[in-house]
């Protein structure tokens, strides 16, 4: 009998998980669900390097698993992905994963490579739930010019990353203390360092106290990163990014 090398014939729990989610590129399709629901094109737009062809697949095992579902409505050419309960609860330890990465493989991006606002958006708010000790309620909208509209809010507790592109994304129970606009390809070069904010064409709306809390805890994000030992030029520009 032939053997299914999707399998590791072990009774252990997580092998039984990475035999659901661990294939190539699973996880990353859950990463960018975590937000909220999308559609085909925007996980292709964010899975940078994934052909139509294994997306398509990874959807369709995803789905079987019952970690995602498929949206499709009737006289509607669009499909919404979004993750299913079960699929939701993967959050913990997709954050737990790339915190650790953020403390242990942390670099400055390097020219060239693909670096999406929504990535980068959620390294941030973990670090800030992690390393800022600032739980005070906030609520920022960043409407990103080609890159979506989010919310990164903090409910008194815990910080959260919303997609609001996503139809069925839930309000807020408050109005944005800031609001931010900028070019989607801007975007990135001034969470690293907020400070370029007049040169890359960003504008910040909100009360003073909501701008100075913006900047600190962004900043502490682009200093963490741009300390870390790398053989690369850490300035990244907005060329080129998506």
């Not at 993750?83 to 242990?104: F, I, Y």
């Not at 109005?175 to 360092?193: E, G, V």
């Not at 504008?203 to 994000?221: H, K």
Request: glycine share 8%; proline share 8%; with cysteine.
């Amino acid at each position: 009998m032939a053997r299914n090398v999707r399998t590791y014939d072990h009774f252990c729990m997580l092998a039984r998980a990475l035999e659901l989610v661990g294939d190539r590129w699973s996880l990353l399709v859950i990463r960018d669900l975590l937000s909220g629901a999308k559609r085909f094109t925007d996980l292709h737009d964010r899975l940078g390097g994934i052909t139509p062809k294994t997306l398509t697949v990874r959807l369709r095992e995803l789905e079987d698993a019952g970690v995602l579902t498929a949206d499709r409505q009737p006289g509607r050419r669009e499909v919404w992905y979004r993750l299913t309960p079960s699929g939701a609860e993967l959050a913990p330890a997709l954050d737990a994963l790339s915190w650790w990465g953020q403390r242990h493989a942390a670099r400055p991006p390097r020219p060239g490579e693909r670096l999406h606002a929504e990535h980068l958006l959620r390294a941030i708010t973990l670090a800030i739930e992690h390393t800022e000790q600032d739980p005070s309620p906030a609520c920022w909208e960043l409407h990103l010019d080609g890159g979506g509209i989010y919310r990164v809010a903090c409910d008194g507790a815990r910080w959260s990353l919303t997609s609001l592109d996503d139809p069925a994304a839930p309000p807020s129970d408050r109005s944005p203390d800031l609001i931010l606009r900028a070019d989607a390809a801007a975007f990135p070069p001034f969470m690293l360092d907020p400070s370029r904010a007049a040169e890359l064409g960003v504008e910040l709306d909100g009360d003073p106290e909501a701008l100075d809390r913006f900047t600190r805890l962004v900043g502490a994000f682009g200093q963490s990163i741009q300390q870390q030992d790398d053989t690369t030029d850490p300035q990244i520009e907005p060329n080129g990014l998506t």
